[in-house]
């Protein structure tokens, strides 16, 4: 390739025959051109169809590449290379070998920019803008391109790798691509990443468990109570393939199909009663960053005791704790994470509200849900261990990072009366403090919290 001039952002899709091939042809065969230079590629993103849904299951991912094509020239190159991979004509949205669109383009500042300036780069050229580190995002809308693509923005298969491989992109508003993550509300269609195809080796920290693992219990969580009140050890942990009376907070049933993971953790911490709170926030800190580690999918704890990737639950976290006199004798840290399940095993409600990190049907579920298990125990080991060891501070300053409802309007039930307000922060004892429109701060320490919901001023 000879002059760089233009930063461009690629959106890959495919979901017909070998997918992930179809993808990496698409990339060899752009470099191949020798007129754009692969920079940067995101993780490959198993996602629903959208518009014409029934067909296959996509895999998408984004690229960033510099190129010394004007806009137009790296359209037709993308297009050509379509056809070679083998794309044939079909109905619009319809199923795919490759699909390549040019997300954004942005012109860099450089000597070896050609004579036109960015504001003539091409005929039907609508608009540009200029970022501080001087590129020019340019826009354009004719009949036959329109950059940025209309409705990048809109969806999450774009978004997520998008701001996988720059976060800071200038996206409507002004927010960056990142700040739409956490609004983004159709993660259901996202189910994996393959950036977890190299899954985190066996990590370090584990010595202290010991994994006991059964095809069916009831409840890991009652039998993991059953074995701490007979003797069993700090660090035991009992796995299940399915559970036939999972049981979730305030009584309600979890419903446990094989493909998720079933988890309950025996703690004998000497902690005052007032600080058990803390252990399912760092039941919520360790999954979501195992998650975002390994499906980087953008998991955030919900307080008290959930994990949502775009609103949706991945995780609910069941803490039981049993006393003698005011010291705790056990604590069971039970974790249920819907890693592969089969979402029509699930009741419509639930369905609803709830997703699945991976497809039951990906040929690497298993692995998957396995390399989730030891990255949870391995982080919630050296989360726990830092919170006995140096108390509350370095577990608050990870909830704060991880807790993205700090700031937001919500409602707080299952109380005598409910509480309205803006979830300001975290208590030093693992509460909720609500700022209420008079202004108080009310603490909370346990309750149902929905957030940004309208209607609250
Ligand atoms: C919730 O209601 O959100 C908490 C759900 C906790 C489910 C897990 S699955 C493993 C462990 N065993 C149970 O019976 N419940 C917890």
Redesign the pocket.
């Known amino acids: 390739m000879t002059a760089t001039f233009a930063r461009a952002y690629l959106g890959f899709g495919s979901n017909l025959g070998d997918r992930r091939d179809n993808i990496a042809k698409g990339l060899a065969m752009l470099r191949e051109s020798r007129k754009v230079e692969i920079v940067k590629v995101s993780s490959l993103y198993e996602t629903e169809p959208v518009g014409y849904t029934d067909q296959g299951l996509f895999l998408n991912a984004v690229a960033l590449v510099e190129t010394e094509l004007l806009p137009d020239g790296l359209l037709a190159l993308c297009k050509d290379v379509e056809v070679k991979v083998g794309r044939k004509p079909t109905v619009r949205w319809g199923p795919r070998v490759l699909d390549i669109d040019v997300l954004m383009y942005f012109a860099e500042p450089s000597d070896s920019l050609p004579n036109q300036s960015a504001d003539s780069i091409q005929a039907g050229c609508t608009g540009i803008s200029r970022n501080q580190l001087g590129s020019t995002e340019i826009k354009i809308n004719t009949p036959s391109l329109s950059i940025p693509h209309p409705r990048i923005w809109e969806r999450g298969f774009v978004i997520i790798p998008l701001a996988e491989i720059n976060p800071d992109l200038p996206a409507p508003d002004g927010c960056k691509a990142e700040s739409l993550l956490r609004d983004f509300n159709t993660w259901t269609g996202l189910q994996l990443s393959e950036a977890g195809m190299g899954w985190k080796g066996p990590g370090s920290g584990r010595d202290g468990w010991k994994i006991i693992r059964f095809p069916e219990v ?5 039998v ?1 109570v059953k074995f701490a009140s007979e003797g069993a050890p700090c660090g035991t942990c ?1 796995i ?1 393939e399915t ?1 036939t ?6 009584g ?1 049933i ?1 419903h ?1 199909p094989s493909g ?5 953790i025996i703690l004998r911490p000497r902690l005052k009663p007032q600080d058990v709170g803390w252990l399912s926030l760092i039941a919520g800190v360790a999954v979501s960053s195992a998650i975002r580690d390994i499906f980087r999918l953008p998991a955030v704890v919900k307080w008290p ?2 994990v949502l990737i775009s609103g949706k ?1 991945a ?4 803490p039981e704790t049993r006393f003698i006199g005011d010291r705790i004798e056990f604590a ?1 840290v ?4 819907n890693v592969a399940v089969r979402k029509d095993l699930l009741p419509p409600e639930v369905r609803e509200t709830s997703g699945s990190l991976i497809s039951p049907d990906h040929p690497h579920a298993r692995e998957a849900r396995e390399a989730l298990t030891l990255a949870i125990l391995d982080n919630f080991y050296s989360l726990y261990k830092q919170f006995l060891s140096d108390g509350f501070l370095g577990i608050l300053q990870k909830v704060r990072e991880y807790c993205d409802m700090l700031g937001r309007k919500v409602i707080v039930s299952g109380l005598e009366t409910p509480i309205y307000g803006v979830a300001a922060d975290i208590a030093s004892d693992g509460g909720l403090i609500i700022r209420t429109e008079s202004g108080e701060n009310v603490h909370v320490v346990a309750g149902e919290v929905t957030i940004g919901v309208s209607g609250i001023s």
């Open positions: 009831d409840s890991t969580n009652s993991a009992v299940a559970q009376s999972g049981r979730g907070r305030r309600r979890w446990s998720g993971l079933w988890l309950s005791n959930d639950k995780c609910g976290i069941l069971v039970g974790i249920g994470v």
